[in-house]
């Protein structure tokens, strides 16, 4: 476009962006006719220029009829490659737009639902691709973040059904969930007198073992509620302050001094008692733990005289009688010795769990004399039935009570409580200390959490039995024939052989314990770890590690690192990325089979970073537009002729939404940068022969190896570095 041509738009009534878009679309040889119009504002002339430059048909979003945000569903529709004329309505505003969009993409029509609020449409295509029915609940008038909370918990198969109210906000709805997750008796909370704070409070009290009778009042401030559980948490007399007459900030003094008149005493601590009897000087210390004594001359006082000074300057308990008949002896002639100390208060033992099955499973296989890997004794979880004792919580107890030497008594200090058992397939029984296992499964521990799932057991898995799909975990006693197809959502245990079928756990690991054959369609992924025997053509993704006594001829991919251990652990053959590390006794063979070996970043993680980056530019771009828009409205419009206009709304609304929108792109990408650093060491640890010809990628660097032995490489500078191990 020359700058005559420019002047012309300008003489027109083309704002510079508008101007600027028309000029970019000639560039690209487009159709600029097609939006090159006063009435697009520009950034409606971008989408529909964007949407040209990916060969879309354009012209069932060209019109003004359209906001640029519907513009953009429209065009991600196209781009999807859903039916578009479904939700391609001037009516239905874009966010609703979205979610129609993205019910499309998942196989949902949630057209007939465009009246409802965009948020509750979001809930309930989020509940439909779980499976879960919200729409007597939408149909009963509970909004999006209500519908949020419910559909998380049957999702999680709570019963939260009898809490329901619509008058509870969605974060209280939240707080009776994260009671019934942990098997708390929710129903002394979940009422509409305590707000959400307030039912945290007693929630969180309940977690920890208290009893929240003292404060489970609605009249309490939820403040006031945290300073009492803070404070029968700590074991402290809560009796000083807990009236509702104190105020919160009242409440934290009063506990916090109480909290550091029970702490262990100081020594050091100022001495503000000081008498004088018959020449006998005593001093007792602030916390009242200890007693001095001076004396001038031991040999003019007698034992009853000291015990009178004690006595007279309050020193009654704890009195060192030894250490009086030294000072009487001679032995601290003009010195000042202690004479009395008291007994400080003890902690009692700290509440504990005694399991029932075993918490510490060997999942590492081992090492044969001949060099390979065994995987037949791996424990890789236990199981339980139905009905039984999983795990007794035993209180913790009140240690022992002290005095000082004045003879007050201090009070005695309880253990720490520990909090009630997170998790899903078991239940807490009355007593509040007994677990049950609900469901007959596996069982894992992992912190404060236990979790059970259905266990399906299989003798062999091929096409006479017909595929696998199973909400839990799998175990397969023998092999897993070709063609079949087994699907978990938690751990797959294969203890035979897996020819060329498919094993897929969406939530667990998968251990096969003969190895895979894949005959090159084989396929095995896991949401965390993949282990084997060994794997020959077939493909393996791991979200964790993949661990395996040798692997040929395959496609593996880890997220975090690979290992092929033992006297014949090699990695020869196909590709293999970890993004972290890898370690293997051989990397190659012989005859020089062609094998590339990745770690660090990959080229979708690259792609992904350049993704990032063109949409905060496109954005930034698409802000800027609006921004000038806005400027250009204020500059030509006074405040309550542009206030009442919609187009003027839109615009400024715009630019909230977009603020909001490069935001988020920008923690993303910072999440991404993060993750670079994390990587940045990448190595690769070969411990016996790296073979000829072996290629490696680190963090992007090629290499070609030539034949080395016991060798670590990594990337350093622009180069791959080789170091010995």
Not at 83 to 90: E, G, K, L, R
Not at 117 to 123: F, K, N, T, Y
Not at 359 to 369: A, G, V
Not at 478 to 497: E, H, I, K, W
């Amino acid at each position: 476009m020359t700058k005559d041509e420019r002047e012309q738009y300008l003489r027109s009534g083309f704002t510079p962006d508008q101007i600027n878009e028309i000029q970019e679309g000639m560039e690209l040889g487009l159709d600029t006719s097609v939006y090159a119009k006063k009435e697009f504002f520009a950034i409606q002339m971008r989408q529909i220029r964007l949407g040209q430059m990916e060969k879309l048909p354009v012209e069932v979003y060209a019109s003004t009829d359209y906001d640029w945000f519907q513009m953009e569903e429209i065009r991600s529709g196209l781009q999807d490659g859903v039916d578009i004329t479904i939700y391609a309505n001037p009516s239905i505003s874009y966010d609703k737009m979205r979610q129609i969009r993205l019910g499309l993409k998942g196989g949902v029509d949630l057209s007939k639902y465009a009246k409802l609020d965009a948020g509750v449409l979001r809930e309930l295509r989020k509940a439909l691709f779980s499976k879960i029915y919200i729409v007597d609940y939408i149909q009963q008038g509970y909004d999006a973040e209500q519908l949020e909370q419910i559909r998380i918990a049957l999702e999680k198969h709570l019963n939260i059904v009898p809490y329901l109210n619509k008058e509870l906000r969605g974060v209280s709805i939240h707080e009776i969930c994260e009671g019934l997750e942990k098997g708390l008796d929710v129903s002394c909370y979940a009422k509409l007198d305590f707000s959400w704070q307030q039912m945290r409070e007693i929630r969180l009290g309940m977690e920890n073992r208290i009893d929240v009778s003292y404060y489970a009042n609605p009249l309490y401030e939820w403040q006031q509620m945290q300073e009492i559980r803070l404070g029968l948490e700590s074991g402290i007399d809560i009796s000083v302050y807990y009236s509702l007459m104190y105020t919160a900030s009242e409440m934290r003094q009063k506990r916090l001094e109480l909290q550091q008149g029970i702490g262990t005493p100081s020594f050091d601590d100022e001495l503000t008692h000081f008498e004088t009897f018959q020449n006998i000087s005593v001093t007792v210390s602030g916390d009242e733990m200890e007693a001095f004594i001076y004396v001038p001359d031991s040999s003019r006082v007698s034992k009853a005289q000291i015990m009178k000074a004690l006595e007279s300057s309050g020193v009654r308990r704890g009195i060192l009688d030894p250490e009086i008949n030294k000072l009487l002896r001679g032995r601290f002639k003009d010195k000042t010795i202690m004479v009395a100390r008291g007994k400080p208060a003890t902690e009692g033992p700290d509440g504990w769990y005694e399991f029932f099955f075993k918490t510490q499973l060997n999942r590492q296989p081992k090492l044969l004399p001949d060099g390979s890997v065994d995987f037949s004794d791996v424990q890789w979880y236990e199981f339980v039935q139905a009905g039984q004792r999983i795990a007794v919580y035993h209180d913790a107890d009140m240690g022992s009570g002290g005095f000082t030497v004045t003879g007050r008594m201090i009070p005695p200090r309880k253990g720490r409580e520990r909090s009630v058992l997170a998790g899903r397939g078991f239940s807490l029984m009355d007593d509040k200390k007994t677990y049950i296992a609900d469901i007959s499964g596996r069982i894992i521990l992992e912190g404060n959490r236990i979790d059970i799932d259905k266990t399906l057991n299989m003798e062999e898995v091929s096409l006479a039995t017909g595929n696998i799909t199973f909400d839990g975990s799998v175990y397969v006693s023998g092999n897993v024939s070709a063609g079949a197809l087994v699907q978990a959502t938690g751990d797959v245990v294969v203890n035979g052989y897996v020819e060329s079928a498919s094993i897929e756990s969406s939530r667990g690991s998968v251990l096969i314990k003969q190895g895979v054959n894949g005959n090159g369609v084989g396929y095995v992924k896991a949401a965390i770890d993949v282990n084997g025997r060994f794997f020959e053509a077939c493909r393996v993704y791991a979200g964790n590690e993949i661990h395996a006594g040798y692997c040929l001829n395959c496609d593996l991919h880890s997220d975090n690192r690979i290992v092929v251990t033992g006297k014949n652990g090699q990695l020869a053959g196909g590709t293999a990325y970890a993004k972290v590390s890898m370690d293997m006794t051989y990397a190659g063979n012989r005859a020089g089979i062609a094998t590339l070996i990745r770690v660090g970043f990959n080229d979708e993680f690259l792609k992904q970073q350049d993704d990032v980056e063109e949409k905060i530019a496109e954005a930034n771009k698409q802000l800027d537009i609006l921004r000038n828009a806005y400027a250009d409205f204020h500059e030509k419009y006074p405040p309550e002729v542009r206030n009442t206009m919609e187009i003027y709304l839109k615009v400024e609304s715009a630019i909230f939404t977009k603020e909001k929108e490069v935001d988020d792109l920008m923690r993303y990408k910072n999440d991404m940068e993060n993750e670079v650093k994390a990587v940045r060491n990448a190595q690769v640890v070969i411990h016996d022969t790296l073979y000829e010809g072996t290629v490696f990628e680190i963090n992007g660097k090629h290499w070609t190896a030539k034949q080395a032995r016991n060798v670590k490489l990594k990337r350093v500078d622009e180069r791959v570095a080789v170091y010995r191990n």
